[in-house]
């Protein structure tokens, strides 16, 4: 689960992040966040280096 604010200024991010995860599949991560409009460094950061773990974590639906 991708958190909702990011930890360093608070900004909103979860929004973005179903949209983020299916651009990147085609195209660059950097241009699919800059069209996002996230542009400061600890936003981009959270996005970038997000793992899906809840899969890993939870395996029974």
Known sequence: MIPVRCFTCG???A???EEY???TAVEE???VLDDLGIT???CR???LTHVELVDLFA???
């Open 45 to 47: 950061r959270m996005l």
């Open 29 to 31: 991560p950097g241009k």
């Open 40 to 42: 400061r460094y600890c």
């Open 15 to 17: 929004s973005s992040w």
């Open 21 to 23: 995860k299916k651009r």
């Open 11 to 13: 900004k909103v991010i």
């Open 59 to 61: 395996p029974y639906q």
